[in-house]
């Protein structure tokens, strides 16, 4: 386990020199947790007592304090700030009141006012760098989102300081560099469901017009000092994807471009247009189609053999293709999809029989090593959105010949351990279209979404699923949807009601009569919508109460939201891609990320 730093005395010039505080200054002695966490033997970066509310709180009473004298000490700052970044990893959020993250607010306003910010050495940079971390690390909670705007005029200034220096940035300067890139990529990804935010980064001084100019003044060749134009051009393509109708936006694509073939004369048209396509078209989640379409002869594509060189056939109706999975890996992954086939045929009695008409007689899982990979390859290859955990694309099953296939990714993030993102769900939506579901995806009118997402989560995860147990924790009874409204379900209707309810309906639907299920199957076997939806309606009449009652009983007990929060967090697991981590500066304790 990683154990907190002694960040190393670093000289200060004399200039400031009078900043120092002497025995006259009358200070406090150090609190416990100063104490505690300037200590290296301490664990800071694991879950204990260490990340509380309560201690939480008093690193912002401290901080409070110190960046509010000039005669504050580096050490005391690092050490405090560096916690807040912990914190955001491993201590419960949701216990957190509005007072702290307004003293949160008014800490960080007062560290980017501080002497010590605005000098030109380390300390100042490694102050800097805790400043944008601790900015994407908490400003997409709504009580601080608000906030943003006057914090961004500094995100800026740190961008224009160093990136267009060539050579001769330090180490520390470098990760601050670093930060600042990614905090502008991760807020313009929270900006997509939080307008505040997309209004701060699109506002006054635009975020595109920064990372334009320090795409311009990337320093020379593809040495050391290209992950800047590689980091400008990932964050210009997460703002891209907020869409919108501001100029800025509107114009990027062709600006990106106008860069990259013009004004860096020393990039080679390959690499032009590799870096257009990756890290800037794929971020923006476009791939294929448009490559082909308005970005024509922009586009730098991937073999699919050297992308996909793994088949392994787990039966004669499926077949893994993967980028590298090992054989025991393969196998597991084989028996999983097999072991919930066997379980599907049972709930619906399907008897192995397809539908009529469906030629989707092989299924083709596709699996990447991490969402990295997925994100790019999937959409330059197969042309699907990936702005999604993974994806089943059924095709025309009428159509002779049509390939249908899932796409999925390793779970990354629970390395050693081995698993794949979602596959069982993705493979039980493929089985409901082969073995229920006449015609292709939308051949029903309505009312099928809780059905596809509620039946693929059932057989998924049984009669144990986290996140509907926490959805139904979270809701008071007087708030349950009814079944009428969940077999109205729409994919516009969020999440909690598409997964959650519409499993729950699926659960206590087999629980009460196995037979429930296979009635409906029957009707949508049948291509008899009508029938579908009558048995819907009288479903709804006759089991409404029970339902009520089974939420009722079903429903965890003994915990809230402030407890039930799965820590520790990781740091955007989809987000930030693994091909964009400079060689030069990695992970090590003093700058280090849950990930």
Known sequence: MLKHYLFNTLTIPMAIAILSCTASCGKKPESDLLMQLKNPDTELWETGLLHQPKQFAKALDQLDRFTAIAEAKFQDLDALFYYLRAYSYFGPLGAIDDLHWFALDKVLTQLRQHPLFIQRNDQAARLQEHFVVTLYRYYNRSPLSVRLTPHLDSVYGIL????????????????SLLEAYRAIGFLAYEARNTPLIKLALLANIPSTDVLLNNAQSTPEGTGAGFWRLQHALWALGNLRALGGHDDDIVNLDETVWQLLSKDLPFLKPEDQRKLYTRPYLVTSYRGKSACDNEFSGRCHFPEVQSVLPITHSCSPTLLIRANSISEPALAAACDTLLTHES???????????????????????????????YNEYASLLFDINTNNGGMFLEGDPGKAGNQARLFAFEAFWTNPDFSIWNLEHEYVHYLDGRFNKRGGFGHFPSHMVWWSEG??????????????????????PSEYPTLEQIFSTTYADGTARVYSWSYLAIRFLYQENPDNLVKLATHLREDNFE???????????????DFFDWLTATAPTGSNDSTEEKLPRKRYRYLYRNYLQPANLPQTPRHYHHI
């Open 343 to 373: 379980d599907f045929h049972h709930k619906l009695q399907s008897r192995h029989k397809p539908v009529d008409k469906d030629h989707n007689d092989r299924l083709e899982v596709v699996v990447f090593d991490n969402y990295s990979q």
């Open 531 to 545: 029938d579908y939806r009558n048995q819907l309606d009288q479903f709804s009449q006759r089991w409404q109460s």
């Open 455 to 476: 039946l693929a989560n059932y057989i998924a995860h049984g009669d144990h699923y986290d996140s509907a147990e926490r959805d139904l924790r979270r809701t008071r």
């Open 160 to 175: 224009n300081r160093y990136a267009p220096i060539a050579n001769g940035l330090s180490e520390q300067e470098r990760y």
